[in-house]
């Protein structure tokens, strides 16, 4: 019931009004979905594994820092490719002879 509520919600209303100090982190979370998705499970089988460390606040703290620091590093290596991708022919050819 609360999931369809949401997604109603989200579909009924077109933007949503947010304070300017809130959409970084909105975006931050947005962005880095996929990444908290794929890094939570290693996260939390890691923490298993350490005496005194299988809090579940501590585990979902964790898992948010991992993702949104992997979805950092995964723009920032795809905007380093991407420039690197973008240079001209003559500077790549210099560079070659």
Same mark, same amino acid.
């Given at each position: 019931g609360v999931f369809l509520a949401c =997604? &109603?919600?989200? *579909?009924?209303?077109?933007?949503l009004r947010m304070p300017k100090w809130s959409s970084a982190a909105v975006f931050a979370l947005a962005g880095a979905s996929l990444w908290i998705y794929l890094t939570h499970m290693i996260v939390r089988d890691g923490l298993r594994h350490i005496? =005194?460390?299988?809090?579940?606040?501590? =585990? #979902? *703290? &964790?898992?948010?820092? #991992?993702?949104?620091g992997f979805w950092m590093l995964w723009r920032r290596g @795809? @905007? #380093?490719? @991407?420039?690197? &991708?973008?240079r001209p022919a003559s500077v790549t050819a210099d560079a070659a002879a």
């Open positions: =997604g &109603l919600l989200l *579909v009924a209303t077109p933007r005496p =005194g460390l299988g809090a579940p606040l501590l =585990g #979902f *703290v &964790l898992a948010m820092a #991992f993702g949104i @795809a @905007a #380093f490719i @991407a420039q690197a &991708l973008k």
